[in-house]
């Protein structure tokens, strides 16, 4: 099947339904492609608790669905699919949904397929995900005041996550696989004087354990190491830091990645290098990555395809 459409989405988190949103009420009948975990990484998080306007809080999940409602109430027309193939060569654009099952041809088309926190691959991990283990200090730090928390990572992230952390926790281990930090001279230097943190240098993760909850890791120290050793440490809290990475494997060679992978738009703006294509959210956004930044960035690129369109119809 074949459709047409002035603004097409891809992807459906903040920034994708914002963008919804705005393109539906100024009237181009926005089509979105929604991919298959509708709502992208909110949906993983449990409580949203900085996201103003939502003064008791709200479930990433709810909050996704009420996005959701809210663009299709304007009018949005949403695919549920995977974009399989992209055509920037020439207007109207082109993306292909699940092989070939349909295709669509946009005459702008905004990117917002979003980042995916890496994860170190351990099976207790997804055990525990919203029961201890987190991607998102920010998001999830509040539910581990006075608790003890461990950070995965040895990066600025890491350090950022760990510095959060200390503020509401009363035990920040920070577990770095090798024998000295990545991140910057200043952020080393802040963890290091915080008398909440330690930091567990040559250590990796083997495992989590817990009855419903996380309640520990079972951690291991590096061979080369004076005694190297395996042993556990309790925990309520379990924060991957060790990265993100942007949703743009379809868009490689297609559209201007940075070094990381993430779209480059000229910035304030959500232009891309390609005229009438925007990206919007975490996929364009290494450094803020909050859902209240991408559903602005969102906005900001339904207001640049709209001026686009009108300014091409000329
Ligand atoms: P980085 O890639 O800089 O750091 C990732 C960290 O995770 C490294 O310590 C790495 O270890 C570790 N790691 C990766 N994979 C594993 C694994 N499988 N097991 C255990 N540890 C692992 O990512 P960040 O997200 O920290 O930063 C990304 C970029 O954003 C950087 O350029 C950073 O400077 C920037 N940034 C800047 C900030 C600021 O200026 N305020 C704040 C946040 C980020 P190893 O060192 O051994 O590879």
């Known amino acids: 099947m074949e459709f047409r459409t002035k603004c097409l989405i891809i992807g459906s988190g903040p920034a994708g339904y914002t963008a919804g949103i705005y393109t539906s009420r100024a009237g181009l009948a926005p089509i979105m492609i ?3 975990q ?7 998080t449990t409580e949203i608790e900085n996201f103003p306007g939502f ?37 109207p654009y082109k993306a292909v949904v699940d092989g070939g ?15 995916s926190a890496k994860y170190l691959g351990l099976d ?27 950070v995965v990572g040895g990066g600025d992230t890491a350090c950022e996550e760990a510095l959060y952390l200390a503020g509401l926790a009363s035990k920040v281990y920070m577990i770095v696989r090798k024998d000295h930090l990545r991140a910057s001279q200043y952020m ?48 309520d809290g379990f924060f991957l830091a060790i990265g993100h990475k942007p949703n743009t494997d379809l868009f490689k060679g297609k559209i201007e990645l940075d070094e990381a992978g993430y779209i480059k738009t000229a910035s304030p703006g959500t232009a891309t290098n390609i005229p009438g294509v925007f990206a919007a959210g975490d996929v364009a956004d290494p450094t803020y990555q909050q859902a209240i930044s991408a559903a602005g960035m969102g906005c900001r690129a339904a207001l640049d395809a709209e001026r686009f369109l009108m300014f091409s119809e000329e």
């Open 38 to 44: 509708p709502g992208g990484q909110l949906i993983t």
């Open 101 to 115: 099952a349909s295709t669509v041809l946009a005459e702008s088309v905004i990117i917002s397929t979003g980042a």
């Open 188 to 235: 080393q230097r802040r963890v290091m004087e915080n008398p909440k943190i330690e930091i567990l240098f040559d250590t990796v993760t083997l495992g989590l354990f817990g009855q419903d909850v996380l309640e520990g890791a079972r951690l291991r120290t590096s061979p080369s190491t004076a005694l190297p050793k395996e042993y556990e440490i309790a925990l």
């Open 124 to 150: 207790d991990e997804q055990k525990y995900l919203g029961m201890g283990v987190s991607a998102c200090a920010t998001c999830d730090g509040f539910f581990f005041r006075n608790r003890t928390v461990a």
């Open 34 to 36: 929604e991919g298959p």
């Open 55 to 91: 003064v008791d809080g709200v479930k990433g999940p709810k909050m996704m669905e009420d996005f959701r409602s809210q663009a299709e109430r304007f009018g949005l027309q949403i695919i549920t699919g995977m974009v399989t193939d992209v055509d920037f060569s020439s207007r």
